[in-house]
């Protein structure tokens, strides 16, 4: 058995393939050089998810904190609401969540001048110091909650 191509086997053989025997060093180094394009772009969507997630984790637990601030208030008697604010650690606190500090700041005012029976309070939380996330600093704008409470309900709750 002759395992050397007479000269119509090579030409046979030419034909098959096209004349091509494999890739070039030059066509493989842009495949590579498209293929690290396209993986550079897919690794900074990670990040950008990263720091989404990061946001809205604070978003939460900055809404969870304005909350409870909200429902110890909404379960005061309406006429002793500035005493439960002193009592619960004043209008301004730092009160801490899953590890993280909040600045709450509690308002309450009368929602209209001289006439003490209706009252809007605002609670605003927001996280204390800034986040660092792959180098980057952001500030997250907190939360604020409002509501208005009145006594002019029927009640033992009821005010003058």
Same mark, same amino acid.
């Not at 003490?116 to 605002?122: D, L």
């Not at 996280?127 to 600093?137: E, H, K, S, W, Y």
């Given at each position: ?6 000269? *119509?086997?090579?030409?046979?053989? #030419? /034909?098959? &393939?096209?004349?091509? +025997?494999?890739? !070039? ?41 304005? *909350?409870?601030?909200?429902?110890? #208030? /909404?379960? &005061?008697?309406?006429? +002793?609401?500035? !005493? ?77």
């Amino acid at each position: 058995m002759n395992l050397t191509l007479t000269k *119509q086997g090579r030409a046979a053989a #030419l /034909r098959r &393939t096209g004349g091509e +025997d494999g890739f !070039t060093l030059i066509e493989t180094s842009i495949a590579l050089v498209v293929m690290m394009v396209v993986g550079l772009g897919a690794a900074s969507l990670f990040f950008y998810a990263i720091g989404a997630n990061s946001t809205s984790r604070d978003r939460e637990l900055s809404m969870a904190v304005a *909350q409870q601030q909200m429902e110890r #208030l /909404r379960n &005061t008697e309406f006429l +002793d609401l500035e !005493t439960t604010v002193t009592a619960i650690g004043g209008a301004n606190k730092t009160e801490i969540s899953a590890g993280r500090s909040y600045e709450v700041a509690t308002t309450i005012v009368e929602t209209f001048a001289g006439n003490a029976s209706v009252k809007t309070v605002t609670v605003q939380v927001t996280p204390a110091g800034d986040t660092v996330l792959a180098g980057i600093t952001r500030v997250f704008g907190g939360v604020t909650l409002v509501t208005v409470r009145s006594s002019t309900g029927v009640g033992p709750n009821a005010g003058p």
